[in-house]
T-cell receptor, first 114, second 110 residues
Framework: DAEITQSPRHKITETGRQVTLACHQT?????MFWYRQDLGHGLRLIHY???????NKGEVSDGYSVSRSNTEDLPLTLESAASSQTSVYFC?????????????FGPGTRLTVL | QKEVEQDPGPLSVPEGAIVSLNCTYS??????FMWYRQYSRKGPELLMY????GNKEDGRFTAQVDKSSKYISLFIRDSQPSDSATYLC??????????FGPGTSLSVIP
């Protein structure tokens, strides 16, 4: 069965360290998204990609970067982790780029920055 | 004002109750309206989807859209403990990204 996976599921790191969160989907979806979820804010879009070599900034992109070298993967990098980046991170993917579409979410990565 | 507003709850109801979850929005260009359900420590899953105004029913769930009032609702009939989750409304225009509400936490007590 097609799926979307994230790793690691839990991560504790220190302020200033570089961290990369992995996202892998086997749906063959062209669209992929990274969100963070914080109490009171809901899901906020960090970065998104509509295809290989395409990346775009979302509403909370400062301090984060992504790259898309193939259809299946969209890793999220925190260049220099800050305590404000402690959050639950969700990766999602979808097929169409316009109109209505369903986003399929991964199980999430719980990141703690000390 | 946020683009999409939703009462965060928590909402606690007895088993069998009718639940009403609501969202308001400010962007009149939104045309696609969705409800996602998120169980604790899981990713959200699409529950219902509606295009433009009107009602859509799926089993015990009914989604309503009132574009004139910029108001959407999700009704759950005969609520079950397994309905305990966070419900996120989501919406988008025909060309832009999905905007999520902050979610309402629901507990259905046996």
């Amino acid at each position: 069965d097609a799926e979307i996976t994230q790793s690691p599921r839990h991560k504790i790191t220190e302020t200033g360290r570089q961290v990369t969160l992995a996202c892998h989907q086997t749906w063959n979806h062209n669209n992929m998204f990274w969100y963070r979820q914080d109490l009171g804010h809901g899901l906020r879009l960090i970065h998104y990609s509509y295809g290989v070599q395409d990346t775009n900034k979302g509403e909370v992109s400062d301090g984060y970067s992504v790259s898309r070298s193939n259809t299946e993967d969209l890793p999220l990098t925190l260049e220099s982790a800050a305590s404000s980046q402690t959050s639950v991170y969700f990766c999602a993917s979808s097929f169409t780029s316009g109109g209505a579409y369903e986003q399929f979410f991964g199980p999430g990565t719980r990141l703690t920055v000390l | 004002q946020k683009e999409v507003e939703q009462d965060p709850g928590p909402l606690s109801v007895p088993e069998g109750a009718i639940v009403s979850l609501n969202c308001t929005y400010s962007n009149s260009a939104f045309q696609y309206f969705m409800w996602y359900r998120q169980y604790s420590r899981k990713g959200p899953e699409l529950l219902m989807y509606t295009y433009s105004s009107g009602n859509k029913e799926d089993g015990r769930f009914t989604a309503q859209v009132d574009k004139s009032s910029k108001y959407i609702s999700l009704f759950i009939r005969d609520s079950q403990p397994s309905d305990s989750a966070t419900y996120l409304c989501a919406m988008k225009t025909s060309y832009d990204k999905v905007i999520f509400g902050p979610g309402t936490s629901l507990s259905v007590i046996p």
